[in-house]
């Protein structure tokens, strides 16, 4: 029995030593793994952390060496040098399997929209628009229309501000009053987009970019038009205006791009012009107006948007005139309807001014939650239709 109890020993002490060496193997094994776990999860955090304090710099709290650029973009970033978003590029805001194990965002973007109305056909294109790109890019929408109010404007986005959105798009009703407003989002440390319509402001870093087209480009284009349509005539060529809403940038900037290519030629007289809101039933009414004040010396109508120029249309026919022959109409936007009439003739030039700007809206939102810059000012391209591009045009058209 004695010789049993010292022959287990050796054995005993073998398998100790045994244990002893798995366990140095084992646990610094352990250790690094939760190391390397929590590396990971400080890593997500810190990107979580830029993500949040790039959208929060994006809206004009960048540091001065920092600051939005005037043109051009961040080679990289998306966009291409000249300000010009492609709708193609556009990436989805969130969603499992992204590509290149990009770390995307726990919830979804919320993007909170004032929209100023739904006066007209290009406005609703222009709603529809943003509301399909906001659902394709993954994005959630807060849409609010203002029905031309710009107070009514100013509600929703302290509501958007109150539901605390990760990104604000204002298509302001009129240029003026909006830095107290955009003050209060820049205090939020929300950023802006200005989409359409321009606002006034001293200080540019309330807002991050500008979407939409060049106005003052487009009356430049309608009054080229006249002074082509019009170099056989001796003169004087009256010229009457419908403009849109007033103190609207479209209505300012269309008037005086329109203006400064007439003016100088001594043949062009301008009879007179009415606000008609852009819409179809004010563009009847103040034009049935001018005829009756102004009759057969009315040469020439520029009409700021299509819905004004069609409700024209109507009251030239009351008044018995052909439309198109007797006074030659130049319109902007560019709808179905408008390039229906310029195909029978009633309509001479429609210049085109393009609604389309969900898809340009969305990338921007993104990159502005990627924490990249973009130009102050993104400008949509556009074309001119005459009776023989619109039959072209018309079968592909959306709105």
């Not at 109150?162 to 830095?179: F, L, N, T």
């Not at 791009?257 to 004010?282: N, R």
């Not at 990338?363 to 039959?391: C, H």
Request: charge should be negative; proline fraction near 5%.
């Amino acid at each position: 029995m004695k010789k049993d109890r010292k022959d287990s020993k050796p054995l005993f002490l073998w398998l100790l030593k045994l244990i002893l060496a798995v366990c140095l193997v084992v646990l610094p094994l352990g250790c690094g793994a939760v190391r390397m776990g929590n590396e990971d999860t400080a890593a997500s955090h810190r990107h979580e952390n830029r993500m949040g304090e790039a959208g929060r710099s994006a809206g004009g709290m960048l540091p001065e060496d920092e600051a939005i650029p005037r043109g051009g973009a961040v080679p990289g970033a998306g966009l291409s040098l000249d300000g010009r978003l492609s709708s193609a590029d556009i990436m989805p805001s969130h969603g499992e399997g992204q590509p290149g194990g990009t770390v995307m965002p726990s919830r979804p973007i919320v993007l909170g929209f004032s929209q100023l109305g739904s006066e007209s056909d290009w406005r609703n294109a222009n709603s529809q628009s943003v509301k399909e790109a906001a659902k394709e890019a993954g994005i959630t929408l807060i849409f609010d229309n203002a029905e031309q109010s710009q107070r009514k404007q100013f509600e929703a986005i302290r509501s958007f501000i109150r539901q605390k959105v990760d990104v604000i798009a204002i298509a302001p009703v009129v240029q003026s009053g909006w830095e107290g407003i955009l003050g209060e989002i820049q205090e939020a440390g929300i950023p802006v987009i200005i989409v359409d319509r321009t606002v006034d402001t001293a200080d540019a870093s309330q807002y991050v970019t500008l979407i939409g087209s060049d106005f003052y480009e487009e009356g430049q284009k309608a009054g080229k038009y006249v002074l082509d349509k019009m170099a056989a005539s001796t003169g004087p060529i009256g010229i009457v205006e419908l403009k849109g809403t007033e103190g609207s940038t479209p209505s300012i900037d269309r008037g005086r791009g329109f203006h400064d290519t007439i003016t100088g030629t001594d043949k062009f007289v301008f009879l007179g012009s009415e606000y008609a809101d852009f819409t179809h039933e004010q563009g009847k009414d103040k034009m049935r107006s001018l005829l009756h004040r102004l009759g057969g010396d009315i040469d020439v109508l520029f009409s700021h948007n299509d819905d004004m120029a069609l409700g024209a249309i109507e009251a030239m026919e009351e008044y018995g005139l052909q439309p198109g022959k007797d006074i030659v109409i130049v319109s902007v936007d560019g709808t179905r309807k408008a390039l229906e009439q310029l195909i029978k003739g009633k309509i001479n030039c429609v210049v085109e001014c393009n609604p389309l700007l969900g898809p340009n809206l969305m990338q921007a939102v993104n990159e502005i939650m990627e924490g990249r810059t973009l130009p102050k000012r993104i400008v949509t391209p556009e074309s001119v239709f005459t009776e023989v591009t619109a039959e072209r045009e018309i079968s592909s058209r959306k709105y």
